[in-house]
């Protein structure tokens, strides 16, 4: 079972990324996934979640109205579209799948067993 996160990059704020992870191994259309990320010097964040059922999960104000996530099952693939990117978006960007047993909220990284291993995003102003 493997995640392989990519379609970061260096971009100048407000520009857009699609961030996309892809799941190999098992499907994950009927798991929560969520997107973490992890600025230099910082402990890893939770960014957006989406449920099993299609339902969004966020945590505070800081990327509501400019992030989203998508999941498309046909290619058991789950997207993170960023718009109006700011520098302080900076950060490695992880994709995670909770699992059975998880001891953590929704909100944190012991609530997610799968990792995948991360793709950078630098937002220059």
């Known amino acids: 079972v493997q995640l392989q996160a990519s379609g970061g990059g260096a971009v100048q704020a407000g520009d857009s990324l699609r961030l996309s992870c892809a799941a190999s191994?098992?499907?994950?259309?009927?798991?929560?996934m969520a997107w973490f990320r992890q600025a230099p010097g910082k402990e890893r964040e939770f960014v957006i979640g989406l449920t099993s059922g299609g339902g969004y999960r966020h945590l505070g104000d800081s990327v509501k109205g400019r992030f989203t996530i998508s999941r498309d099952d046909a290619v058991n693939t789950v997207y993170l579209q960023m718009n109006s990117l700011k520098p302080e978006d900076t950060a490695v960007y992880y994709c995670a799948v909770r699992t059975a047993y998880q001891s953590g909220t929704v909100f944190s990284v012991r609530g997610y067993g799968i990792w995948g291993q991360g793709t950078l995003v630098t937002v220059s102003s």
């Open positions: 191994g098992r499907t994950f259309s009927t798991s929560d």
